[in-house]
């Protein structure tokens, strides 16, 4: 079957760095999405990794293990306009997207 | 970079009453649409994916004679949703995707809050 996971809320401090984890599992895979969601806004694209490593954007960084089934979001140097829900989603052999139930991350000063 | 747009922003209609939501894509040709709904605090739930000119696919448990979807071209994608509730109270995301362009990202549109009351 199809399953993905990820933490339900963490927190973490202005200025410091946090790492959001996903793990999942599927037959098929076509890549791994991380997406933004501020409360009461539509989701916005942070990341797709599709090869196992590193990728780095700006305060961003996305990692992703195919052979473990596991992927992170690292974002450093907080903001407090980072509060937000992170959601990760892997997309299967169909091209759908499987989605993770959001980690909601609330940073404080 | 692309872009969904959604109307209305929010919508706050009577029971029993029927409402349409219209997604378009503005600066690409989206071969896919997708419908989600998210209710407060909760995650998103995928209704139904959408392909040009085809019908709709529902997820399960979704009723497709209430929630009437329509992707006529390759920019719209409406959603009605028919003798709205109370419960169908809820936030509408639409988001597309063009599979031909080798991009895999889904843009999501803005979304439309609907009250029913």
């Known amino acids: 079957g199809q399953n993905i996971d990820q933490p339900t809320e963490m927190t973490a401090t202005e200025g410091a760095i946090v790492q959001i984890n996903c793990t999942y599992q599927?037959?098929?895979?076509?890549?791994l999405f991380w997406y933004q969601q501020h409360a009461g806004e539509a989701p916005t694209f942070l990341s797709y990794?599709?090869l196992d490593g590193l990728e780095e954007k700006g305060r961003f960084s996305s990692f992703l293990s195919r052979s473990k089934g596991y992927s992170y979001l690292l974002l450093k140097e907080l903001q407090m306009k980072d509060s937000a829900s992170y959601l990760c989603?892997?997309?299967?052999?169909?091209?759908?997207?499987?989605w993770g139930a959001g980690t909601k991350l609330i940073i404080k000063p | 970079g692309a872009v969904v747009s959604q109307h209305p922003s929010w919508v706050i209609c009577k029971s029993g009453t029927s409402v349409k939501i219209e997604c378009r894509s503005l600066?690409?040709?989206?071969?896919?649409m997708f419908w989600y709904r998210q209710f407060p605090k909760q995650s998103l739930m995928l209704m139904a994916t959408?392909?040009?000119?085809?019908?709709?696919?529902?997820e399960q448990g979704v009723e497709k004679d209430k929630f009437l979807i329509n992707h006529a071209s390759l920019t719209l994608s409406t959603l009605t949703v028919t003798s709205a509730h109370p419960e169908d109270s809820s936030f509408y995301i639409c988001?597309?995707?063009?599979?031909?362009?080798?991009?895999?990202?889904?843009?999501f549109g803005p979304g439309t809050r609907l009250t029913v009351t």
């Open positions: 988001s597309a995707r063009d599979l031909t362009s080798g991009i895999y990202e889904q843009y």
């Open positions: 600066d690409f040709q989206a071969t896919t």
């Open positions: 959408s392909n040009e000119g085809s019908k709709a696919t529902y």
């Open positions: 599927t037959s098929g895979f076509n890549g």
């Open positions: 990794n599709v």
């Open positions: 989603a892997f997309m299967d052999s169909n091209y759908q997207l499987i």
